[in-house]
């Protein structure tokens, strides 16, 4: 085994060896070395899966972790309009909707009663609502199910109720946090890159904005996810650059639960009907992104979700042997990837997910948003 060991690592690329040494040992890698590896093929490339899988399983061992929730998408009106964005609507569109707090508690409440411990919710930017009535949805759903978690407002949700209300971001995220907040989703991040979202979401907050928002939120108690979404126009100096952003954040503050990275679903976006981008990202770029992860986060961010509904369920179970360690949520419902041209569903069944992690030989566990394990399977 040992001359095995020796043969494989001199069959190496040198640089590709001594960096995956070092990940091993423990030590960071810079945003050079993760550049490198992001260029690596062949035996390379495989090396670099088995290490992410092995710190994987040194960090967090072999549970699989899951969380029973719904996602609540409010309203598709949105004044933002990404381009990498199908799901969103302007208010005179017939396909427009927005939902009461009323309604949206319901949801809540019909989740809980089918066993999920979360509800994720988000929107559109939608020009008519304020503070208020994201203040209403949290107290409705308090009122009406007082133990689930709300897992809820992107940072640019934060940003618009920050301009809307005229208050600070710190007097909004208190405000919310007062209304029934529980913690929040990192998403509006992409990449963090601002000539990157002049690009594609030219009218979302820069990435200084999103630092901003989630420092503040970290500050006040609040956890959030930090995410990723690839596979567009980035460069792979943009997603060491975000990697290294999202490193920092958590080296200061802590806060952040979890790491999902997002492979840019593309076929009924405006940026690939406008032929503006390529087809998405391949399989094994978006192995790559996970176990980059996996090494660039070490002992840092331990848990690493993949996202069944971009990924579909087979390369989802294939990605948690290349650094990741969580399958997501149930979702009950899923309205952005879907309207995009996703094709994995709107729903997983809790058993479906334990037989798929069952499958890989791993120990599925249902965890809470803050990842304190319920039980295991």
Known sequence: MDKFKEEFFKSLDPDVSSILGKALDGKKISQ?????LFTVKGLNFNALILVADWLRFKRVGDTVTFVCNRNINFTNVCQVRCEFCAFSR????P?????KPRDVAVKAKEAWLKGATEVCIQGGINPILDLTYYEEILREIKKETPKIHIHAFSPMEIAYMSWKSGLKFEEVLVRLKEAGLDSMPGTAAEILVDEVRKRICPRKIGSQEWVKIIKTAHRLGIPTTATIMYG???????????????????????GFTEFIPLTF????????LKGKVKAGATGVEDLKVYAISRLFFN????????????LGAKFAQIALTAGAND??????????????????????????????????????AQRTTTYKILRKF
Do not use: C
């Open 32 to 36: 050079e070395e993760a550049f490198k």
């Open 90 to 93: 302007d208010s005179n569109s």
């Open 95 to 99: 396909e427009a909707y927005l939902l």
């Open 232 to 254: 567009h126009i980035e460069r792979l100096e943009d997603l060491v650059t975000h990697l290294k952003i999202l490193r920092d954040i958590q080296e200061e503050t802590r």
């Open 265 to 272: 679903i593309h076929w009924k976006t405006p940026l690939y």
């Open 299 to 310: 002992g840092v961010i331990d848990n690493i979700q993949v996202s069944w509904v971009k």
């Open 327 to 364: 399958f997501g949520g149930t979702l009950m419902e899923e309205n952005i990837s879907r309207s995009a041209g996703a094709t994995a569903g709107e729903n997983m069944p809790m058993d479906e997910i334990i037989r798929l992690i069952r499958n890989l030989g791993r120990v599925p």
